[in-house]
T-cell receptor, first 114, second 109 residues
Framework: GAVVSQHPSRVICKSGTSVKIECRSLDFQATTMFWYRQFPKKSLMLMATSNEGSKATYEQGVEKDKFLINHASLTLSTLTVTSAHPEDSSFYIC??????????FGPGTRLTVT | RKEVEQDPGPFNVPEGATVAFNCTYSNSASQSFFWYRQDCRKEPKLLMS???SGNEDGRFTAQLNRASQYISLLIRDSKLSDSATYLC??????????FGAGTTVTVRA
């Protein structure tokens, strides 16, 4: 399958600061990437669809001003959690769409906001 | 009603045993179906796609029943390394995927 990297793998930040997470497709060009968050023992929750060269599409209930997504190139999408609060602590995972519907996931970023 | 529902388990089986579990999906228009595997605190990894006629990949067999809207996964000759959470995944609209909460399988020596 395709290879997707994510950086950083783990971050601890103070409340009120912003955190940027990078997602890269390493061996193919991904016109569409997705951002998810996952709470312990829960299913992945789609936050937004990131399309190269256009604005991201956010799922209902996800604040676009809080979770800024940029997909400036075919291999890179970034998620910035602005003014982070403890309730934003979660496992954030990106994915890149394959040839049809399958998705390949990055290794995830564990965010802890203190 | 959730889009994808799975028995959370856990399924505790001895090495060498066969284990099988299902998931149901609500969107009758779904066309693509997958099983992903997720290890603790790791990202999901694609295990296999599920085709209409059913398909096998080594010790893993997946079946699709469109009429009843369920998908199954069977693992033969279980290995310790098969211990994981198995996610049932179904496509929705606009290339989005809907994930089940996962079925936990623990294979014991």
């Amino acid at each position: 399958g395709a290879v997707v990297s994510q950086h950083p793998s783990r971050v601890i930040c103070k409340s009120g600061t912003s955190v940027k997470i990078e997602c890269r497709s390493l061996d193919f060009q991904a016109t569409t990437m997705f951002w998810y968050r996952q709470f312990p023992k829960k299913s992945l929750m789609l936050m937004a669809t990131s399309n190269e060269g256009s604005k991201a599409t956010y799922e209902q209930g996800v604040e676009k001003d809080k979770f800024l997504i940029n997909h400036a190139s075919l291999t890179l999408s970034t998620l910035t959690v602005t003014s982070a609060h403890p309730e934003d602590s979660s496992f954030y995972i990106c994915s890149a769409r394959g040839l049809v519907y399958e998705q390949y996931f990055g290794p995830g970023t564990r965010l802890t906001v203190t | 009603r959730k889009e994808v529902e799975q028995d959370p388990g856990p399924f505790n089986v001895p090495e060498g045993a066969t284990v099988a579990f299902n998931c149901t999906y609500s969107n009758s228009a779904s066309q693509s179906f997958f099983w992903y595997r997720q290890d603790c605190r790791k990202e999901p990894k694609l295990l296999m796609s599920v085709y209409s006629s059913g398909n096998e990949d080594g010790r893993f067999t997946a079946q699709l029943n469109r009429a009843s809207q369920y998908i199954s996964l069977l693992i033969r000759d279980s290995k310790l390394s098969d211990s994981a959470t198995y996610l049932c995944v179904v496509n929705g609209d606009d290339y989005k995927l809907s994930f089940g909460a996962g079925t936990t399988v623990t294979v014991r020596a």
